[in-house]
T-cell receptor, first 112, second 114 residues
Framework: GENVEQHPSTLSVQEGDSAVIKCTYS??????FPWYKQELGKRPQLIID?????GEKKDQRIAVTLNKTAKHFSLHITETQPEDSAVYFC???????????FGPGTRLSVLP | ETGVTQTPRHLVMGMTNKKSLKCEQH?????MYWYKQSAKKPLELMFV???????ENNSVPSRFSPECPNSSHLFLHLHTLQPEDSALYLC?????????????FGPGTRLTVL
């Protein structure tokens, strides 16, 4: 089955700096890659997603890149703010399929 | 924030108790999911219901029994649980008719098994 790895497990950055989180997946059939943000004590919430027919997607300070050949995708957060502090989860799935696997998460701390 | 609701939000139970977790989605979705989130572990998919039929059961112990009476409601029946079952149980829903399988999560039920 699908296996998703995520690095780093923890990340601390200064406010205003950029943060990058990387994920790799094993199933080449995966075609949908969402990113979720989970603040302390709250539910995971989708922040951005990308499909396999797109190499990059951007939404304000957040961007995701996908390399299908290498089977990895990354989350980029620019101009980080303290409210970006949370655990971020990547996931890989086959749309309408039965695989929806999350990475182990990255705890991001943005230091003021 | 109110698209997917879960009750109760917190539950403490003994190993011999029987309890049920409830999830309700108000998004018109046709698929619902149960996840287990433990400390220092990734989100673990437990069950998937699509169009009210169970389509996935990821080797979950039989002490967890799901029920999906309709596309808006999902239950997780619990009996004779173990302390290691203590975790946050998250419900999610999605619409599998569209191009993405975006899942929307409920707030979770924090379960403690004594």
């Amino acid at each position: 089955g699908e296996n998703v790895e995520q690095h780093p497990s923890t990340l601390s950055v200064q406010e205003g700096d950029s943060a990058v989180i990387k994920c790799t997946y094993s199933d080449s059939a995966s075609n949908y890659f969402p990113w979720y943000k989970q603040e302390l004590g709250k539910r995971p919430q989708l922040i951005i997603d990308i499909r396999s027919n797109v190499g990059e997607k951007k939404d304000q300070r957040i961007a995701v890149t996908l390399n299908k050949t290498a089977k990895h995708f990354s989350l980029h957060i620019t101009e980080t703010q303290p409210e970006d502090s949370a655990v971020y989860f990547c996931a890989a799935s086959i749309v309408w399929g039965q695989n929806f696997v999350f990475g182990p998460g990255t705890r991001l701390s943005v230091l003021p | 924030e109110t698209g997917v609701t879960q009750t109760p939000r917190h539950l403490v139970m003994g190993m011999t108790n029987k309890k049920s977790l409830k999830c309700e989605q108000h998004l018109g979705h046709n698929a619902m999911y149960w996840y287990k989130q433990s400390a220092k572990k990734p989100l673990e998919l437990m069950f998937v219901y699509s169009l009210e039929e169970r389509v996935e059961n990821n080797s979950v112990p039989s002490r967890f029994s799901p029920e999906c009476p309709n596309s808006s409601h999902l239950f997780l029946h619990l009996h004779t649980l173990q302390p290691e079952d203590s975790a946050l149980y998250l419900c999610a829903s999605s619409n599998r008719d569209r191009d993405t399988d975006t899942q929307y999560f409920g707030p979770g039920t924090r379960l403690t098994v004594l």
